[in-house]
Nanobody
Framework: QVQLVESGGGRVQTGGSLRLSCTAS????????MRWYRQRLGAKRQWVGE???????RYTESVKGRFTISRDNAKNTVYLQMNSLQPEDTADYYC???????????????????WGQGTQVTVSS
């Protein structure tokens, strides 16, 4: 079973920092684009940013200059470094990955995408 597991959420004060991690595990041949989303209470899930396998990144405007996405392909892990956190960053954060499954013999399987279960970030003023 392939899954994404996020960690690193918590409560911080305005101006603080948090680093989220998201690791893909299971029969994975290769991970491709890995994305972060967030969902505020009562709102739709919002794209935060993404990183390609070769490290190219894109961000939504509201987090540019404050958030940094990085990844470790050997560990199938993506990170979200969040600095200068504001109360409006309070949300559940989810990672999402496009990935290639591995067959039982270890060869390339099918392309799919999966979501993590989310981790809560609370920024208090």
């Amino acid at each position: 079973q392939v899954q994404l597991v996020e960690s690193g959420g918590g409560r911080v004060q305005t101006g603080g920092s948090l680093r989220l991690s998201c690791t893909a595990s299971g029969s994975i041949f290769e991970t491709y684009i890995m994305r972060w989303y967030r969902q505020r209470l009562g709102a739709k899930r919002q794209w935060v940013g993404e990183i390609t396998r070769d490290g190219s990144t894109r961000y939504t405007e509201s987090v540019k200059g404050r958030f940094t996405i990085s990844r470790d392909n050997a560990k199938n892990t993506v990170y979200l470094q969040m600095n200068s956190l504001q109360p409006e960053d309070t949300a559940d954060y989810y990672c999402h990955a496009d990935l290639l499954l591995a067959t039982p013999t270890g060869t390339r399987g099918q392309l799919t995408n999966i979501w993590g279960q989310g981790t809560q970030v609370t920024v208090s003023s």
